[in-house]
């Protein structure tokens, strides 16, 4: 069992930036990668980033392609995503996953965490 917990969302100005981050407890063994999708209210699920736990390889939904970067740190077993540039359209409770094959990556996890708000004001 993976536990993730999410946390940095909050308000923010368009062009502000956050970054959010994912606590990994638990037995991670079998994880083969993390993510972050989001969900806009009255909107379907969208994966935003991927990053594969073997050689760190990241994928980025095209909107978020040089504004978002998503990196972990193992010594802390937690994974980020900075977001840069934010834009009022990026507003949606943000999750964070672990997938035990990184195909399913990022809408087809194994595990998720509850869910961080980020609203962008224009």
């Known amino acids: 069992e993976v536990q993730l917990q999410a946390s940095g969302g909050g308000l923010v100005q368009a062009g502000g930036s956050l970054r959010l981050s994912c606590a990994v407890s638990g037995f991670t063994l079998d994880v083969s990668g993390f993510g972050w999708f989001r969900q806009a209210p009255g909107k379907a699920r969208e994966g935003v980033s991927c990053i594969r736990s073997s050689d760190g390889g990241t994928w980025y939904v095209d909107s978020a392609e040089g504004r978002f970067t998503i990196s972990s740190d193992n010594a802390k077993n937690t994974v980020y995503l900075q977001m840069n540039g934010l834009k009022p359209e990026d507003t949606a409770v943000y999750y964070c996953?672990?997938?035990?094959?990184?195909?399913?990556?990022?809408?087809?996890?194994?595990?998720r965490g509850q869910g961080t708000l980020v609203t962008v004001s224009s």
């Open positions: 996953a672990a997938y035990r094959n990184y195909d399913g990556c990022p809408v087809v996890y194994d595990y």
